[in-house]
């Protein structure tokens, strides 16, 4: 438990960190798509993902905004260290 806190301060903390995490994976099966042979295919497989991880993690962004994590900052923060390729 103290592990836990020396990363993460504070609940809204350590949920942005999972937010951010979400994020990057996202952002990284993207990435990985971008040189398929049948962009088509890759564009209608990435969007599915999507979809899929937005279903599953739905109660993640409602317990996010209902612990008054601005999510919207998290990312804004973020875009500004992302790895560029």
Known sequence: MGTLYRHFP???KLFEAILIGRIDEIVDD???????????????AFLAHLVEESASKRDLIQALMG???????????????????
Do not use: H, N, Y
């Open 30 to 44: 993207a990435r990985a798509r971008v040189d398929s042979d049948d962009p088509g295919t890759a564009f209608f």
């Open 67 to 85: 612990a008054g994590v601005e999510i919207e900052l998290a990312v804004a923060d973020r875009s500004g260290t992302s790895k560029r390729r």
């Open 10 to 12: 504070t609940k809204e």
